[in-house]
Every structure is written in structure tokens, then in C-alpha cells.
């Protein structure tokens, strides 16, 4: 089944913060956040993995609340390149597969 | 180096007609995968390959037929193409499936007319 993100877009200007958030009807085994930008491939961002393991940029944060089983992506002090769509993938152990949410598309103003 | 490649970038086809895309990744992973991304932008695995077992998404029809000829390779054929079929396919692959982040393809622009 497919997780739930929200917002579904959001504008921002340079130098603010966003937060995206991703939910799951299902246990997770791990989180993926991508970025992708228009006409491009989806880019990796972070893995966050059951038991607090995480991967990923050093400029960019998450958290992962297994009980929840939820997952939030914090973006700070926003650039014109952050600007895309941004998907979380999850897995929830048994196919080892990704499942994406529909996406938010985030659009950084200078 | 291009770490995974598809070809082609664009395809332009008849209905009925049958079509393959391929892909390359030369970064050594075990894992690959094809998804299809639609009009709304929705990204949905189809398939993913390791070590010789394939996993199929229950909702993919059997028109659909991945083909591995070695671990660097996973080909998508598609037979009988329908109109619902036009997407980007990207492939994309990773080190272990589930816990190693994914590298994808440029993707394959499919428009079936």
C-alpha cells in the first residue's frame, strides 16, 4: 500500500525551512527519500532503517518513528537546487521492494 | 562513467507492436529493478532482480517480461503495447536490495500511439 506524504507541494523562499513527512498503514522495515528534478531520474537522498541507522547526505535530516510508522524529511536554510519533487519509498521487509508516496514538490523562490 | 545506462532515451511506438529497453549498470550491485513512472508522476516498482530470483509486482501484466542475460544487465520486453502503457521506465539498481540507496537510469520516454 502506498504511503501518504504531505504536503503535496510547497513554495519557499530562499533560506527557509520545510519539513516533509511520509506515513505508512504498514510496519517498516526502512525509509528512502529521493529527489526528482523535471525531466530528470530520481536522485538518493537518505535511508533511514529499522533500529536507527541512517544514510545519507550530511546536509540533509530525517527522523523515523517506527510506532508510528512515520518519517519526516527536514530540509534547513533551503537552496534553489533543493527545488524538485521529493518521494519516500518504503519497505516493509518482505519483498524487499520500494513502495513510493505520490510525491511533494517543493519550489525554492530566491 | 555513466554508472546505470538505458537505451533508448525515447521510443515511439504502434499499439500491438512488442518493444525491449535496455540496461546497464557497471557499478557491481546485485540488485536491479524496473519502475514505471506515469503522467501524474507516480513512481511504481515493477520488478526487482537479485541473484537470479525475481520479484514481480502483483499488478504488472504478464505483457511485461524482464530479462537478465548476466548480473550487469536487466532488459524490459513488452509485448502487444497498449495505449496505458506510455510512462518513463526507469531501471535502477543497488547493492542490497531494501537497505542500499538505488541509482537509477536516465529513464526511457515510451509513448505508444
Known amino acids: 500500500q502506498q504511503p501518504v506524504q504531505s504536503p503535496q507541494a510547497v513554495i519557499l523562499r530562499e533560506g527557509e525551512d520545510a519539513v516533509i513527512n511520509c506515513s505508512s498503514s504498514?510496519?517498516?522495515?526502512?525509509v528512502h527519500w529521493y529527489r526528482q528534478k523535471h525531466g530528470e531520474a530520481p536522485v538518493f537522498l537518505m535511508i533511514?532503517?529499522?533500529?536507527?541507522e541512517q544514510k545519507g547526505h550530511e546536509k540533509i535530516s530525517a527522523s523515523f518513528n517506527e510506532k508510528k510508522q512515520q518519517s519526516s524529511l527536514y530540509l534547513t536554510a533551503s537552496q534553489l537546487s533543493y527545488s524538485g519533487t521529493y518521494f519516500c519509498g518504503i519497505d516493509s521487509g518482505s519483498a524487499r521492494q520500494l513502495t513510493f508516496g505520490s510525491g511533494t514538490q517543493l519550489t525554492v523562490l530566491p | 562513467d555513466t554508472a546505470v545506462s538505458q537505451t533508448p532515451k525515447y521510443l515511439v511506438t504502434q499499439m500491438g507492436n512488442d518493444k525491449s529497453i535496455k540496461c546497464e549498470q557497471n557499478l557491481g550491485h546485485d540488485t536491479m529493478y524496473w519502475y514505471k513512472q506515469d503522467s501524474k508522476k507516480f513512481l511504481k516498482i515493477m520488478f526487482s532482480y537479485n541473484n537470479k530470483e525475481l520479484i514481480i509486482n502483483e499488478t504488472v501484466p504478464n505483457r511485461f517480461s524482464p530479462k537478465s542475460p548476466d548480473k550487469a544487465h536487466l532488459n524490459l520486453h513488452i509485448n502487444s503495447l497498449e495505449l496505458g502503457d506510455s510512462a518513463v521506465y526507469f531501471c535502477?539498481?543497488?547493492?542490497?536490495?531494501?537497505?542500499?540507496?538505488?541509482?537509477f537510469g536516465p529513464g526511457t520516454r515510451l509513448t505508444v500511439t
Open positions: 504498514k510496519a517498516l522495515y526502512s
Open positions: 535502477a539498481s543497488s547493492q542490497e536490495a531494501g537497505v542500499s540507496e538505488q541509482y
Open positions: 533511514l532503517l529499522k533500529g536507527g
